[in-house]
């Protein structure tokens, strides 16, 4: 069992900038590829971005691509996601998921491939 705990979500005006985070714990962090995902009100859950087990390799959906960065620090269990330019329509809950690593340039941009989930934090931008 892997546990994800998401923090650092909140208000935030339209072009402002937000740093998400996941702790991690239970097996083996490096042995997952990270991701992002996210739903709003209505909406269908959807892929945000993803990073391989050793942080080399990166996906982002368009949406989100040039304004987020996602990173992981091995060393302590943590997944972070930065969030810049921020827009109304980037209201959402935010998950991070980890799914079971499968080479460096694993990231899947599927929900199915992950197996585990983070309760959600929620994400605000005001117009």
């Known amino acids: 069992q892997v546990q994800l705990v998401e923090s650092g979500g909140g208000l935030v005006q339209a072009g402002g900038s937000l740093r998400l985070s996941c702790a991690a714990s239970g097996r083996t962090f490096s042995n997952y590829a990270m991701g992002w995902f996210r739903q709003a009100p209505g909406k269908e859950r959807e892929f945000v971005a993803a990073i391989s087990w050793n942080g080399g390799s990166t996906g982002y959906s368009d949406s989100v691509k040039g304004r987020f960065t996602a990173s992981r620090d091995n060393a302590k269990n943590t997944v972070s996601l930065q969030m810049n330019s921020l827009k109304p329509e980037d209201t959402a809950v935010y998950y991070c998921?980890?799914?079971?690593?499968?080479?460096?340039?694993?990231?899947?941009?599927?929900?199915?491939?992950?197996?585990?989930w983070g309760q959600g934090t929620q994400v605000t931008v005001s117009s």
């Open positions: 998921a980890a799914a079971a690593a499968s080479g460096s340039y694993y990231y899947p941009d599927l929900a199915s491939r992950y197996a585990y």
